[in-house]
C-alpha cells in the first residue's frame, strides 16, 4: 500500500513539472521586464538592466524556468508581486487557506445536498421524488456560481441582511460562497449519485441479497449504497476543476481575500510573478487534491485495494 | 397430497410494459414433494427463470404480473402471504441460487459476512455472534472451502469457487427447498462435474428438495428425480426420470431436444437442430405454440391448443396423444 | 431496430433496416425535456442570428444617461444599463458573443481534438507516448484556471478566449477518438481491410468514425453548455471580452454594481445564460439516452 502511495507521489513530480513549465512559458509571454516594474518608471536605466541580470531575466527560457523552479522548491521564493513590491509566497500562504476553506466547504455542502437527494430520486424513480430533485438538479448544475451568488447576496444580504456580501469578518462571510458554489456542483452530484445507485440496484448481487429475505431498506443500505458510492468519489474529484472556476469567480464577486481573486487582479496588472506563482501554485495544489481522491477511492474499494496491496488474484 | 412440499396450480405469469405484453409462463403445474429433486429444462427464454422467481416472489414490482394461479408451500398459499412473511421465507425456507457467480456477490463484502448474513435475517433462536461464525465455518467446509477464507472478497475467488460460496450461503439456513437456476452453465465443463457432484451430495445429506433448471439434459439425468420439459412458457412434458429418458413416447420437442445433442460414436455428418425460433412471446401462436415448428404436425395443431395426456406418471401436452392407448386426457 | 415481417404466403422472414439516425431522432422525440431545450436553443440561435435585424448593433452600445437605470418598459423590454444603453439589445447581441464562443470553440475542438486522437491513435508509437504525456498535463490544470494564463499572455478579445477555452477541452475528444481507433484497430477486420488496399483515411472515415461519433456528438453538446459557462465566467471576472461589446457574462458584471437599485440588470443576461446552459445539458442528456438506450436510467 505504501509502495503504491509513493509511486502515485512519484508519478506526479513530471506532472507538475509539466504543468509548472506550460503555465511559466505562457505567463512568461506577457510583456514587460521585473526590473522596469519593481523599480518604477523614474528608475535609472542602469539600475533597471541591473536589477534585470540580477534576477536572470537575460538568461535563455529553459534556465530561467530552472531558476524559478530552484527559487520556488528550495528557497520558497515566488518572486515580487510588481504591484504591492512584497513577495509572492507571503501573500499566496495568507490567501490559499481562504480559497480552500471556501473550496472544502462548498464541496461538504454538496455532498450533503446532493447525494442523499440522488439516492432518494433513484429508489423512488419516476415518482415525483424522483422528478422534482432530478429537475432540480439539472436546472441547478447549469447554472453559474456567481449567478446564483449573485441572486443569493441580493436576497440575503441586501433584502434581508443576515450576512456579509463582502470581505471574511466572521463565519457567516463564509455562508453564501459556500451555497453559491455547492449548489451546482451538487446538481451534479445528485445526478450521478442517481444513475450510479440505478446501475447498482440492477445488479446480480442485490438480486441475491433479495433472495436471502433482506428488506427493502438492508438491500439498499448495506448492498447497493457502498457500491454505488464508489464511482461518486471518482466523479467528485473528477469535478473539482469545474469547481475551482467557479470558486474563482465567487471569491472575486464576495470580494474573498482567496488565491482566485489574488490571480485575478494580479492578470489585470500585468503582475507576472503573482499570476505565474498563484496559477502554479492552484494547479499544484488541484493535482494533490486529486491524488487525495484517487487514493482514497483505493482504500475504499477493497478491489482496488487488493491490487495494489498486492493480495489477491 | 399432504407430503407435497410445493404445489403450483395454473400458474400464469406476465410481464407488462407500456409498449408490450409478454407472456412469460403460461398455465403450468407440477408439485415436488419432500427431498426430491425437480429438473425444469427447456431452452433460453422458455421461462424457467420466471417461474423461479415468481415461486419467491422476486420478480420485478413495475413489471412482473402473475395473472392467474396458486403456489402451495407446506400447505400455505405463497401469493396469500404478505411481503414480510415472503422475506422470512426467502432465504430460510426457500433458498435460491443464480446463475452467473461472478455477479451473484456483493463486492465490497468479504464471503464470510454475506454468508453470516443470511443467517442474521432468520436469527429466531437468537444465536450469538460466535455461533453464527462457528456455522459460516461449517458450511464453507461443507462445500470445500477452508474457514480461513471467510474473510476475503468474491474477486479473490475463481469462478467455481464463487459458486461455492453462493452454494454455502442458499444452505446456511438449512432451507427445504434450494431453486438452483442454471448453477454450472457459467462455469468450465470441469467445474461443473465438482458442483453437481457437491450439489449431489449435499443434497442427500441435508435432505433438501430442490427445483434444478438447466438446458443441460445430462445434469438432469444425473440430479433429477422428476423432469418438466418447458416450451414458450408452458410444460410440455412432465414425468420421472425414467420416462423422459427411457420411454419410446414423448413430446415432439423432447425429442428434438434429445436429437439435438451431439453424439461422438454417430456417424451423422451434420448435427440435427430443431429448425425455426421459439416463438415471440407477446405475440403467441393460436393453438400448439410449437406446432410452427413441429416436424409432426397435424391440422388441428395449429387451431387448438393441445390439453394434457397422462400416461401413469407421465404427462405430454400433445394432439398427438389424443387416443393412444394407455394414454388418459388429464383433466385440469 | 429490425423490423420482422413473416410474409403470409411463404415463410420468408423480410428485414427491414430502420435507419440508425432516424431511430435516434426517435427516441430523442420521446424526451420532452431534450426537446424542449431543443426548441429553445434554436430560438436563440436564430434570434441570435437575425439579430442585426431585430435591433441594431448600434442600439446596443446608444448610450442616454437620461434612461439610466430605467426600469423594464414597453420601449425597453429588458430596461437599461448604467449608461443608459438598451439591455434588450444588449442582450441579444450578447446571445450571438456568448453562443458563438460556445459553439464555435465546441466544433472547433471537436475537430482538433479529433484528428489528433485519430492521428495519435492510428501512428502510435512515440508520437502516442509524448501526446498522451502532453494531455496528462493539460487535464491536471483546471480549464478555467488555463484560460485565465492564456488570457493573461494573449491578452482579452473573443478570439483569445475562444481559444483558450478549446485548448482546456481538446485533450478530453483527443482521448475519445485514440482510444475508438485503438479498439478498432485490434480487430483482424483492419489488418484484412488494409491487406485489401484500403487507405488509412478510408479506415478511419468507415470504421473508426461510426464508432466514436455518438460519443462525440453528446460530448460536444455537453461542451457547449459549459463553455457558455466558462467564457461567461472569464467575461464576468472582466478577462473575457473587450467592453463595450456585450456578452452575458460581461453584462452580469457590469450589472452587479447596480444590484440594489437596479437588479433587473444580472436578471436579463443571468436568465440568458441560465437557459441556454439549461437547454444544451438538456439537450445532451436527451442525445446521450437516444443514443443508447442501455444507457438510460
Known amino acids: 500500500m505504501h509502495r503504491f502511495i509513493f509511486k502515485r507521489l512519484l508519478m506526479m513530480i513530471p506532472i507538475v513539472i509539466g504543468v509548472s513549465f506550460l503555465i511559466f512559458v505562457i505567463i512568461d509571454m506577457i510583456p514587460g521586464d521585473p526590473g522596469s516594474n519593481l523599480l518604477g518608471a523614474g ?15 537575460n538568461l535563455p527560457l529553459m534556465q530561467r524556468y530552472g531558476k524559478y523552479m530552484y527559487d520556488a522548491i528550495f528557497r520558497l521564493d515566488l518572486g515580487k508581486s510588481y504591484a504591492t513590491k512584497k513577495p509572492v509566497i507571503t501573500e499566496i500562504g495568507n490567501r490559499l487557506p481562504v480559497s480552500l476553506r471556501v473550496a472544502f ?3 461538504l455542502f454538496s455532498l450533503v445536498f446532493g447525494v442523499p437527494l440522488g439516492v432518494l430520486s433513484a429508489v423512488k424513480q419516476n415518482t415525483v421524488f424522483d422528478r422534482v430533485p432530478t429537475g432540480l438538479a439539472l436546472l441547478l448544475a447549469a447554472q453559474p456560481a456567481f449567478l446564483i451568488g449573485l441572486v443569493l447576496m441580493l436576497i440575503f444580504s441586501l433584502w434581508l441582511g443576515w450576512f456579509p456580501a463582502n470581505g471574511i469578518a466572521s463565519w457567516k462571510s463564509y455562508v453564501m460562497p459556500m451555497i453559491a458554489l455547492g449548489l451546482p456542483y451538487g446538481g451534479r452530484q445528485l445526478r450521478f449519485t442517481r444513475s450510479s445507485m440505478l446501475e447498482t440496484i440492477r445488479q446480480d448481487y442485490v438480486r441475491t441479497a433479495r433472495a436471502k429475505g433482506a428488506t427493502e431498506r438492508m438491500v439498499i443500505w448495506k448492498h447497493a449504497m457502498k457500491n454505488a458510492l464508489l464511482p461518486v468519489i471518482t466523479v467528485a474529484g473528477n469535478s473539482f476543476g469545474i469547481l475551482i472556476g467557479g470558486a474563482i469567480a465567487t471569491e472575486t464577486l464576495f470580494g ?10 494580479g492578470i489585470k496588472q500585468k503582475d507576472v510573478p503573482v499570476v505565474t506563482g498563484g496559477i502554479i501554485v492552484f494547479a499544484v495544489v488541484f493535482s494533490f487534491v486529486i491524488l487525495a481522491v484517487d487514493l482514497s477511492y483505493a482504500f475504499v474499494d477493497p478491489r482496488i485495494k487488493a491490487k495494489y496491496s498486492g493480495r489477491g488474484r | 397430497m399432504t407430503d407435497k412440499l410445493l404445489s403450483i396450480k395454473n400458474l400464469s405469469v406476465q410481464y407488462k410494459t407500456d409498449l408490450e405484453t409478454v407472456c412469460a409462463v403460461n398455465n403450468i403445474t407440477f408439485s415436488l414433494k419432500k427431498g426430491e429433486t425437480f429438473g425444469l429444462v427447456g431452452e433460453t427464454g422458455a421461462g424457467k427463470t420466471t417461474t423461479a422467481l415468481t415461486i419467491m416472489r422476486l420478480l420485478p414490482a413495475e413489471t412482473g404480473r402473475i395473472t392467474e394461479g396458486s403456489i402451495e408451500f407446506t400447505g400455505k398459499l405463497m401469493l396469500d402471504l404478505t411481503e414480510p412473511e415472503m422475506r422470512s421465507i426467502r432465504g430460510e425456507q426457500i433458498a435460491m441460487i443464480f446463475q452467473d457467480p461472478m455477479t451473484s456477490l456483493n463486492p465490497v463484502m468479504s464471503v464470510g459476512d454475506q454468508i453470516a448474513e443470511a443467517m442474521e435475517l432468520h436469527n429466531k433462536d437468537n444465536k450469538t455472534k460466535e455461533q453464527i461464525q462457528a456455522r459460516v465455518d461449517e458450511v464453507l467446509l461443507m462445500v470445500g472451502i477452508p474457514p480461513s477464507r471467510k474473510f476475503e472478497f468474491p474477486h479473490q475467488f475463481s469462478g467455481g469457487m464463487k459458486q461455492r460460496v453462493v452454494i454455502a450461503m442458499a444452505l446456511a439456513c438449512e432451507p427445504v427447498l434450494l431453486i438452483a437456476d442454471e448453477p454450472t452453465t457459467a462455469l468450465d465443463v470441469t467445474i461443473q462435474a465438482q458442483v453437481i457432484s457437491m450439489i449431489r451430495n449435499l443434497r442427500d445429506t441435508l435432505g433438501t428438495a430442490m427445483i434444478m433448471i438447466t438446458h443441460d439434459l445430462g445434469i438432469v439425468a444425473q440430479t433429477c428425480d422428476n423432469v418438466a420439459v418447458m416450451y414458450a412458457g408452458e410444460l410440455v412434458e412432465v414425468g420421472t426420470a425414467a420416462d423422459i429418458y427411457t420411454s419410446e413416447d414423448h413430446h415432439p420437442y423432447t425429442t428434438g431436444l434429445f436429437g439435438s445433442i451431439p453424439n461422438l460414436r454417430s456417424k451423422a455428418r451434420r448435427l440435427t437442430p430443431i429448425t425455426g425460433l421459439m416463438p415471440d412471446p407477446t405475440k403467441l401462436p393460436p393453438g400448439c405454440t410449437f406446432a410452427p415448428r413441429c416436424p409432426k404436425k397435424m391440422d388441428i395443431c395449429e387451431d387448438e391448443h393441445p390439453c394434457v395426456w397422462r400416461n401413469g406418471t407421465h404427462l405430454i401436452s400433445c394432439h398427438l396423444f389424443a387416443g393412444r392407448e394407455n394414454w388418459r386426457k388429464e383433466e385440469a | 431496430m429490425n423490423q420482422v ?43 441570435a442570428l437575425l439579430a442585426d435585424f431585430i435591433v441594431s448593433y448600434e442600439a446596443a452600445l446608444k448610450m442616454n444617461l437620461r434612461l439610466k437605470l430605467a426600469p423594464p418598459s414597453a420601449v425597453h423590454w429588458f430596461g437599461c444599463d448604467g449608461y443608459g444603453r438598451d439591455l434588450f439589445a444588449r442582450c441579444l447581441h450578447g446571445a450571438r458573443v456568448s453562443l458563438t464562443v460556445g459553439f464555435a470553440t465546441s466544433i472547433a475542438t471537436l475537430i482538433v481534438g479529433s484528428l489528433l486522437g485519430a492521428m495519435v491513435g492510428y501512428i502510435g508509437g512515440k508520437l502516442d507516448d509524448i501526446v498522451m504525456r502532453a494531455l496528462d498535463i493539460f487535464s491536471a490544470i483546471p480549464s478555467t484556471l488555463f484560460a485565465m494564463a492564456v488570457v493573461a499572455a494573449m491578452g482579452s478579445g473573443i478570439v483569445n478566449i475562444c481559444i483558450a477555452i478549446s485548448l482546456t477541452n481538446i485533450p478530453g475528444f483527443v482521448r475519445i477518438v485514440r482510444s475508438s481507433v485503438l479498439n478498432i484497430a485490434e480487430q483482424e477486420y483492419i489488418e484484412a481491410s488494409r491487406a485489401g488496399g484500403t487507405s488509412t483515411l478510408r479506415i478511419l472515415l468507415k470504421h473508426v468514425l461510426p464508432n466514436s461519433v455518438g460519443t462525440l456528438i453528446v460530448q460536444t453538446t455537453a461542451n457547449v453548455a459549459s463553455m457558455i459557462l466558462t467564457a461567461a465566467t472569464l467575461s464576468f ?32 443576461p443571468g436568465v440568458m445564460i441560465c437557459v441556454a446552459s439549461f437547454s444544451m445539458s438538456v439537450l445532451g442528456d436527451g442525445l446521450r439516452d437516444a443514443l443508447d438506450p442501455r ?3
Open chain 3, 295 to 297: 444507457l438510460r436510467t
Open chain 1, 43 to 57: 528608475a535609472r536605466q542602469e539600475d533597471i538592466d541591473m536589477l534585470n541580470e540580477e534576477l536572470g531575466y
Open chain 1, 256 to 265: 474573498l481575500p482567496g488565491l482566485g481573486s489574488f490571480i485575478v487582479s
Open chain 3, 5 to 47: 415481417s413473416v410474409d403470409a404466403a411463404a415463410p420468408v422472414i423480410v428485414f427491414r433496416k430502420e435507419s440508425r439516425w432516424k431511430e435516434v431522432w426517435r427516441r430523442l422525440k420521446k424526451d420532452r425535456l431534450a426537446m424542449f431545450g431543443l426548441a429553445v436553443i434554436s430560438t436563440m440561435i436564430i434570434l
Open chain 1, 105 to 107: 466547504n462548498a464541496i
Open chain 3, 237 to 268: 471576472l472582466g478577462l473575457g471580452i473587450n467592453p463595450p461589446q456585450p456578452e452575458w457574462g460581461a453584462l452580469v458584471s457590469e450589472g452587479k454594481e447596480f444590484l440594489r437599485t437596479a437588479p433587473h440588470l444580472i436578471l436579463f
